[in-house]
């Protein structure tokens, strides 16, 4: 069933794509950018999951030690193996095939961190169908480190509370609001989630408030006792984006809510979602436990046009997030040049 859903949101996003055609076709002066542009294009027609995969990216190269195409490192020098891969807070990270085949594209005329910040502009752009645009520079440097520990020492996880998520986003290193962090969880809106990662919502004496219709309807489709027999099925992070007979058991009816029902699109659908507690994760549903966070909630549910515009201002800062430790244009984003050949 879980697969079932995740296929349903794949053809759905396709459809989202199709429809947003005005994102489409987008050209830069920029030679690096453009081909970018074209292979994200190619990559999220063929394989539209890819394009909520590139967005995530962003974030998760970009929170540790800046954006230095960390992320994307199977092994270096210092860490082995033991690479931002493995931490548990990104798992499901996904898009690094793309990344791969830019990469052959380019060769050394971008950083692998350069080519991650533009993929996952472009994504948000053509899953917006055009709403969601920002103009992005060069000049990145790729790092030579990357550590699983340090990862999910830096990563916020999706079981935190409002006081965990703001102390993580206004961290120095970081230096995002509160209205940032709210800007940006609208990211949500799009792809797909592990059972382990929604887990403490559907049972047990943790669960945090969730409507109940969409909890069962969750029960039903990804049991949680699969984790225990060692699977852990995915749902889309969005109830617009699964099934109808999911939609229905969850009472969920985007036109009722407000939503725009096309599936795969990224908009402010995500704050209507949680203002009905019809949302995945804890670290979504806390955003209602703070009086300025709630408030921001209720402006991007109706302000979709300023949601747009703020959620492109701060893509804008997490992509210009210095790299600490970027020395190198690497010749695979796989590895660091010590250890290309
Ligand atoms: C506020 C703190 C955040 C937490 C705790 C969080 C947590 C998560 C978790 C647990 C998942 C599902 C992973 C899985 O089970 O496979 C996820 C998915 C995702 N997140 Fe976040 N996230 C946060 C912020 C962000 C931000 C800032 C962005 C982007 C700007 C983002 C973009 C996404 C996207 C697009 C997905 C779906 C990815 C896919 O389908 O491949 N998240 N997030």
């Not at 009086?291 to 991007?300: D, H, P, V």
Request: hydrophobic letters at 40%; proline letters at 4%; glycine letters at 8%.
């Amino acid at each position: 069933m879980a697969k079932l859903n995740t296929t349903v949101l794949s053809l759905c996003v396709v459809l989202a794509f199709l429809a947003g055609q005005s994102a489409a076709g987008r050209y830069y002066a920029d030679k690096v950018q453009d081909k970018v542009r074209k292979e994200v294009e190619k990559a999220i027609a063929y394989n539209p999951s890819v394009g909520p995969a590139l967005v995530r990216l962003v974030f998760h190269d970009c929170w540790v030690n800046g954006c230095d195409g960390s992320v994307l490192l199977d092994k270096t020098p210092t860490d082995g193996t033991n690479t931002e891969k493995k931490a548990v807070n990104n798992i499901g990270l996904a898009g690094f095939e793309v990344i791969d085949t830019i990469k052959q594209k380019v060769g050394g005329s971008a950083s692998c961190a350069d080519i991650l910040v533009f993929a996952g502009r472009d994504a948000a752009d053509i899953l917006s169908g055009g709403k969601i645009f920002y103009t992005l520079t060069g000049g990145r440097k790729d790092g030579v480190s990357s550590s699983a520990s340090a990862a999910d020492a830096t990563l916020p996880s999706s079981t935190f509370d409002f006081s965990q998520l703001q102390d993580n986003f206004g961290a120095a290193s970081h230096g995002f609001t509160v209205e940032e962090l709210v800007v940006l969880s609208g990211a949500h809106s799009i792809g797909v989630a592990h059972l382990s990662s929604y887990q403490d919502r559907l049972a047990g004496a943790d669960v945090t408030p969730i409507d109940s219709s969409y909890q069962a309807a969750l029960i039903k489709v990804t049991p949680p006792g699969l984790l225990t027999q060692g699977q852990d099925p995915t749902v889309p992070n969005n109830a617009r984006d699964a099934s109808s007979a999911f939609q229905k058991a969850a009472a969920y009816d985007p036109v009722k809510l407000g939503v725009n029902p096309t599936r795969g699109v990224l908009d402010n659908s995500y704050y209507h979602n949680t203002l009905e507690n019809k949302v995945l994760f804890k670290s979504d549903w806390v955003l209602r436990t703070d009086s300025f966070a709630a408030g921001k909630l209720e402006e991007y549910k109706n302000n979709a046009t300023e949601w747009n515009s703020d959620f492109a201002d701060a893509m804008v800062k997490l992509s210009n997030l210095p790299a600490l430790q970027g020395k190198e244009i690497r010749k695979s984003c796989r590895f660091t040049n010590q250890q290309y050949y």
